[in-house]
């Protein structure tokens, strides 16, 4: 033990920040390789999506409680990176009533997303004094009115989101490779929460929360430290998104991303960091794959017409799949590892023969 650490906790979390770094590095690699725009806008969604994904489970994944509204966090981080990136030139036109230290400033992509992240924990540490206090079910039903709360005031707070007209002129600065170098971060915070005291008492609430407190568990501070590192990763993720889209409304971070991003842990399984990547990627497989029938196909002399929704049933239908063949979700409560001590012997024995 390091103060309270566990050393092979550690151990563990870092070879699998290394393995998975070395499978998204791959990933990476091989785009720039291949220099196709298509595929490079899908692995740069993908590394930012995951992100996103993660940020969830951080929360959800660690402490069993189903929240609905991490997404407004997206949200509230999205917004704020945006503002403080948006050109000067630009705000003039598009948001000219918002404070005038704002309209003069622009911090770069890295400064506006710390900012926001910051921004985003203030508010969450407000918001969950009081959620953090709630029974299990309870804080989920709060964390829903959270999420219809956010959306309300940025799509009313019109001197400053422009409303349902959304905010544009982002500067774009997000390529496959700062997306990476995002997600190992997130990554890295994600692995090193779980492997620590904080990670651990929270997750022992999860599976027994009579137990915990006749340990001397004091729910509500984990908890509530859960719930502000969730909401930091998650508005650092959506700066990270709003840099890529560049134009974006309040309609993106409604029930449509609540669902995709649970349904991504589900799949995937919500106890594991690493099952929160996999499960990003069967699921964005499956959309890329599903969504040409939402416009309808050709095939041959066959015609197929539109079938609206269909990437909504099709992840519905996995989520159902999932809950009943392996309801813990593709890597369970496990961490991926490349056997790395395994080659290590086998190499030692190669070069001796």
């Not at 993660?54 to 407004?72: K, R």
């Not at 997000?174 to 090193?192: D, E, Q, R, S, W």
């Not at 239908?317 to 890597?331: A, D, F, S, Y």
Request: a positive charge; charged letters at 10%; proline letters at 4%.
């Amino acid at each position: 033990m390091i103060s309270g650490w566990s050393r092979r906790r550690l151990t563990s979390a870092a070879r699998s920040w290394l393995s998975l770094f070395i499978m998204a590095a791959l990933l990476v690699i091989a785009t720039n390789l291949i220099k196709n725009k298509s595929l490079t806008l899908v692995v740069t969604n993908f590394l930012i999506y995951t992100s996103l994904v993660i940020a969830y489970q951080i929360f959800m994944g660690n402490s069993g409680i189903v929240s609905f509204g991490q997404v407004a966090f997206f949200g509230i981080g999205a917004y704020s990176a945006s503002i403080l990136n948006i050109p000067p030139a630009v705000k003039e036109i598009a948001l000219p009533t918002i404070p005038p230290f704002l309209q003069q400033m622009q911090t770069g992509a890295i400064l506006a997303i710390i900012l926001a992240s910051i921004l985003s924990g203030l508010v969450a540490l407000l918001i969950g004094i009081v959620i953090s206090r709630m029974q299990e079910n309870a804080m989920g039903i709060a964390t829903f009115a959270l999420l219809v709360i956010v959306y309300t005031v940025i799509h009313n707070w019109k001197a400053v989101t422009r409303g349902g007209l959304g905010i544009y002129g982002i500067p774009n600065v997000m390529t496959p490779n700062f997306a990476l170098v995002g997600l190992m971060i997130i990554v890295g915070v994600a692995l090193l929460y779980k492997a620590s005291p904080l990670g651990l008492f929270v997750q022992g609430a999860r599976e027994d929360p009579l137990a915990a407190k006749s340990l001397g568990n004091h729910l509500v501070p984990v908890r509530l430290v859960c719930f502000v590192i969730g909401a930091m990763v998650m508005a650092a993720g959506g700066g990270m998104w709003a840099h890529n889209v560049r134009a974006f409304g309040p309609s993106s971070f409604f029930f449509h991303d609540t669902f995709t991003m649970i349904a991504m842990m589900v799949i995937g399984g919500q106890a594991s960091v690493s099952g929160a990547i996999f499960g990003s990627g069967v699921v964005t497989i499956v959309s890329e794959a599903i969504r040409p029938l939402e416009t309808g196909l050709e095939i041959g002399k066959m015609q197929i017409p539109e079938f609206y929704g269909a990437v909504q049933l099709s992840l519905a239908v996995l989520i159902l799949v999932t809950l009943i063949l392996r309801p813990e979700g593709i890597m369970g409560v496990k961490e991926f590892n490349i056997p790395f001590s395994q080659w290590k012997k086998k190499l030692t024995s190669w070069k001796r023969k």
